[in-house]
């Protein structure tokens, strides 16, 4: 691979990890901080889990937005760990998407009331989940 070849991969694999995912995971948590409803979370996994742990759900909500910001800003703050916080992110994504989609769900609540289907939303996260594997931005 040329060295020009490389660079634009790097480019590419650093706006992707620092730009493009960050701005992704911040967009569903202003959703869900703008809703303010946890009833809209993903209902067969994240909210049975706040359920099953006996949690206020409200609390929980907020703590699940307090935890994106916290991986929005990782990604953006610290170029060491843009990548792994993206990639843990749009796993995290993934599996509960395929969760909910294996329960049936319509809706995950991932970007409020109004979210796509769950298979949607999985189309979009794996595909930036295998783009961030695929382009490294190097170091």
């Known amino acids: 691979m040329t060295d020009q070849k490389r660079s634009a991969r790097q480019v590419a694999g650093l706006i992707l990890c620092r730009g493009v995912v ?6 569903g948590a202003v959703f869900k901080l703008a809703e303010a409803n946890p009833a809209l979370l993903p209902k067969n996994t994240v909210l049975s889990l706040g359920h099953s742990l006996g949690l206020n759900l409200d ?18 703050l610290v170029a060491r760990f843009a ?12 599996l509960i ?40 931005p190097g170091r």
């Open 59 to 76: 609390i929980w909500l907020a703590s699940l937005i307090g935890l994106e910001l916290l991986a929005v800003s990782v990604m953006v």
């Open 22 to 27: 960050p701005l992704w995971v911040l967009i």
């Open 97 to 136: 998407l395929i969760g909910e989609m294996i329960q049936g769900a319509s809706s995950c609540g991932c970007l409020g009331a109004n979210s796509p289907s769950p298979g949607t939303m999985l189309l979009i996260d794996a595909t930036l989940l295998v783009a961030v594997v695929v382009l490294s």
């Open 83 to 94: 990548r792994p916080m993206a990639i843990f992110m749009l796993a995290s994504f993934c």
